[in-house]
């Protein structure tokens, strides 16, 4: 008899051991399923961050490259010069290699 | 008991088949409708812009940078307000400000008549709006009211090199487009190709990323890297305006080129338009008068039919001319000089220096019509010149077979003939670079984010003997010396140069007041640093070269002569 009953314990574990592995497998599968999805929808709402990011910086940078080109136009800085009274030297002056300039004492 | 089984078995029964027709109503019925409403709401597609290529000086400065602007569109759908009301609020900022009270009540119709539409659910109302006007409009927090951006074309020297850049503007299809100069040469090249971007999203607009997603990347337009240098294309454009109100000229244009490579280092013509406002202009203003403009070039000429000649070896510099005595009869015609002076036996040398147009004619008999042809088609002069700028036109050259003694004899001293500018001055360059003719060009490199590549132009190929350049160059320095224009000369420099009076054909003769003046030269003469063509249209000051495109020449010149380290002798 007690030879039986190990055999019929042993037979429900058994079977309690299956189900429960199966039962396992489809909680793991649905836990993975909704992990991946958060994360996903996670990414997703990263991306569309990381994009604005990229906007703005985009932004950013039209910003300086227009004050950049604005800075370096030479029309501007010769209006500007003119306006703080500087002068284009009008008469060039030539002078020999050969004659010595601003020698020291 | 079994009653009330019954009847809750029957309200199951209604129950599912209502829920199974309205299954059937939304998912067969309406199914596909639904479905592209569904598909509308989560899927989107965008382009992406190709941003267009910059203009570069060759110091990598910016001719033409890309810039931004906004479109302002209405939502008709949205909009809560009143039209009018919208319209008075946005008009002000539409309009310049100096424009009248009459100018905004005309933009507040217009807008009203948008914002009214009952066809339309959007509608663009304004184009180019500043980003400091955008976030003006911004704070008025109208309802309906977006905005979408737009490329635009920045010109931080505004006008200085309209004629050389060209300008963009919309192709029939509503598409942007270059048009002129290097914007329409290198459109192309310049314009780039524009991606697309589609793939599904939330309601928040956060992107699904297990959805469908495709992404065709932009790629950029390329920039271009030219030979134009900025302070010296300054200096001219300044100096070509300064020129025109001295001499009362109704227009003019200078080039100043690298005569051994034809790198074109500045090139400005008047009158001239502003790119950024090229809708404001008439359609006149566009065409580039240094590469689409003939005019019978006069004495400019003559270095052309000279070097051809002590090229052929039928005159050497101490040729005497045998009829240089009086005027010379051909024909029915009589060919005079400019002053009516004449001088027997002048030597070639003198024919150049006195600008002897009888002299001249002798040389021309002497060439012989078939040989001139053939000259001056070596020089290029019927053809392009192959420049790359959109818009080059070229006047052709009689028929080799149609040259008769007259039009030898006038051709020889540059009448009868048309050239462009640009023609006359890679013409002239030939003579500096020792006899070899080389292609004009603007653009050096191209170039893109971390690479550039080099432009090949079209070999260079000797015309005549370096020798025959020689001989030549010496003459057109002592006509720089000792010529008309000898009182402009800039004593101690190498310059040698030749000027042009050419008279105005009109409707079968010549205009007997207007002209137009020129002046070709290089510096210096034994190794040439720039070649500069100045042409000023009727001037009218003095109908002269000598006295208006001369000057002029030098007075450009003087600035040049310490930028390319240019001294003068002794």
Redo the contacts between chains.
């Keep these: 008899m007690k030879v039986n009953r190990k055999k019929q314990k042993l037979s429900i574990f058994g079977k309690i051991n299956k189900r429960n592995i199966i039962w396992l497998f489809v909680a793991v599968f649905i836990g993975i399923q909704v992990l991946f999805t958060i994360q996903?929808?996670t990414?997703?709402?990263k991306?569309?961050e990381l994009e604005r990011e990229e906007q703005g910086l985009i932004k950013s940078k039209?910003e300086l490259?227009?004050y950049l080109?604005?800075s370096?136009?030479?029309?501007?800085m010769?209006k500007t010069a003119d306006e703080l009274g500087f002068n284009k030297p009008v008469n060039?002056f030539?002078i020999s290699t050969d004659e010595i300039v601003a020698k020291l004492p | 008991m079994p009653n009330r089984i019954k009847i809750v078995t029957v309200l199951f029964f209604l129950s599912f088949t209502v829920v199974l027709g309205r299954l059937f109503y939304w998912q067969i019925y309406k199914g596909k409708e639904l479905a592209i409403q569904a598909r509308s709401q989560y899927v989107g597609g965008e382009t992406i812009m190709a941003p267009r290529g910059e203009i570069l000086a060759s110091d990598g400065s910016w001719f033409v940078a890309r810039g931004d602007s906004w479109l302002v569109y209405a939502a008709l759908p949205k909009i809560l307000e009143d039209s009018k009301e919208v319209a008075e609020k946005l008009a002000p900022y539409f309009i310049d400000s100096n424009k009248t009270r009459k100018d905004l009540l005309v933009e507040i119709d217009r807008l009203t008549s948008l914002l009214e539409k009952d066809s339309a659910v959007w509608i663009p109302l304004k184009n180019r709006v500043s980003t400091g006007t955008k976030t003006e409009i911004e704070k008025l927090n109208i309802e309906g009211i977006g905005f979408e951006r737009q490329e635009i074309r920045v010109y931080p020297e505004a006008s200085s090199a309209a004629h050389l850049l060209g300008f963009v503007g919309k192709s029939s299809d509503g598409e942007e487009q270059g048009y002129f100069g290097l914007e329409g040469y290198y459109h192309l090249t310049l314009s780039g190709k524009p991606g697309y971007l589609s793939r599904e999203s939330d309601a928040r607009g956060v992107p699904i990323l297990l959805g469908n997603s495709q992404k065709i990347s932009a790629i950029e337009g390329i920039n271009l890297v030219t030979s134009i240098d900025k302070p010296v294309q300054l200096n001219v454009n300044k100096k070509l305006k300064d020129g025109i109100e001295t001499y009362g000229a109704a227009g003019g244009s200078v080039i100043v080129m690298d005569p051994k490579s034809g790198r074109v280092l500045a090139m400005a013509s008047y009158p001239s338009y502003d790119p950024a406002e090229y809708f404001k202009y008439g359609d006149a203003l566009f065409n580039n008068p240094v590469i689409s403009s003939s005019f019978e070039p006069g004495s400019v000429f003559k270095v052309i039919v000279m070097a051809s000649a002590l090229d052929a070896e039928v005159v050497e510099p101490d040729t005497k001319c045998d009829i240089c005595a009086g005027p010379l009869k051909i024909g029915k015609y009589y060919v005079k000089t400019w002053n009516n002076e004449y001088h027997a036996d002048s030597t070639m040398i003198d024919v150049i220096v006195r600008s002897d147009n009888v002299g001249m004619a002798f040389v021309g008999s002497k060439l012989g019509a078939n040989k001139m042809y053939e000259y001056l088609n070596k020089f290029g002069i019927g053809e392009l010149t192959g420049i790359d700028l959109q818009g080059e036109a070229t006047p052709k050259l009689r028929d080799k077979d149609k040259w008769g003694d007259i039009d030898v004899a006038t051709a020889s001293f540059g009448q009868g003939v048309a050239v462009t500018p640009i023609q006359i001055i890679r013409a002239v360059s030939t003579i500096a670079n020792k006899g070899v003719i080389v292609t004009p060009h603007v653009v050096d490199k191209l170039s893109g984010e971390g690479w550039e590549e080099e432009i090949k132009v079209n070999g260079a190929e000797r015309i005549i003997s370096e020798k025959a350049a020689t001989q030549f160059t010496a003459m057109m320095v002592e006509a720089a010396k000792k010529g008309e224009a000898k009182w402009t000369h800039e004593r101690g420099f190498k310059v040698a140069g030749k000027t042009g009076t050419a008279q105005i054909p009109i409707e079968g003769h010549y205009d007997e007041e207007k002209t137009i003046a020129s002046f070709v030269g290089f510096a210096p003469y034994d190794d040439p640093k720039f070649i500069m063509l100045v042409t000023l249209h009727e001037p009218s000051t003095s109908p002269w070269a000598s006295e208006t495109a001369a000057p002029l020449w030098y007075s450009i010149a003087k600035n040049l002569f310490p930028y390319f380290g240019i001294h003068p002798e002794n």
């Design positions: 996903t929808a990414a997703g709402a991306l569309a039209q490259s227009r080109v604005e370096s136009s030479l029309s501007e010769e060039t030539y």
